[in-house]
C-alpha cells in the first residue's frame, strides 16, 4: 500500500471498506473502529473514532487539522473491536508534506493593519 499524502495544515479524510472473505460488505454496525496515528518516536498524533458511511461494510473519519503533526512520515493504524475481540490492522503510512503555497486567511476575518 502507498503511503497516504496530506499538506501539513489540512483537514484528512480517510475512507474505509471491511468486507467478508467472500467478498461481502462486513457489517460494522456493532464495531468500535479506532485510527490511531503517531510521530517516528511513538509520540499520539490522533486517536479518533470511525462513522459508519452509510454504505455497507464502509465507514470513515476526518481529522480537522494537521498543523501539529511533523513533517515526514507518520504511523497510522486501526483498532477494530468486535464482540469484546479487537484486532490491530497493519500499519500504513502517511506523509506529511510541507505547503508550497501558504493557505491564506479568510479575507472577511483579515485586517492588515493587525496581521502578523
Not at 23 to 42: C, E, K, M, S, Y
Not at 88 to 108: M, T
Amino acid at each position: 500500500m502507498a503511503d497516504i499524502r496530506v499538506k501539513r495544515g489540512a483537514a484528512l479524510t480517510l475512507n474505509f471498506g471491511f468486507g467478508n472473505p467472500d467478498g461481502t460488505p462486513f457489517d460494522i454496525q456493532n464495531v468500535l473502529l479506532t485510527l490511531t496515528v503517531a510521530d517516528p518516536r511513538g509520540n499520539l498524533l490522533a486517536s479518533t473514532g470511525l462513522q459508519p458511511t452509510g454504505v455497507a461494510g464502509q465507514a470513515a473519519v476526518t481529522i480537522q487539522s494537521t498543523a501539529t503533526w511533523p513533517e515526514g512520515l507518520v504511523q497510522a493504524d486501526l483498532l477494530i473491536t468486535v464482540n469484546g475481540t479487537s484486532i490491530i490492522s497493519q500499519s500504513f503510512g502517511i506523509r506529511v508534506e510541507r505547503p508550497v503555497v501558504q493557505l491564506a486567511p479568510d479575507p472577511a476575518a483579515y485586517n492588515p493593519v493587525t496581521a502578523p
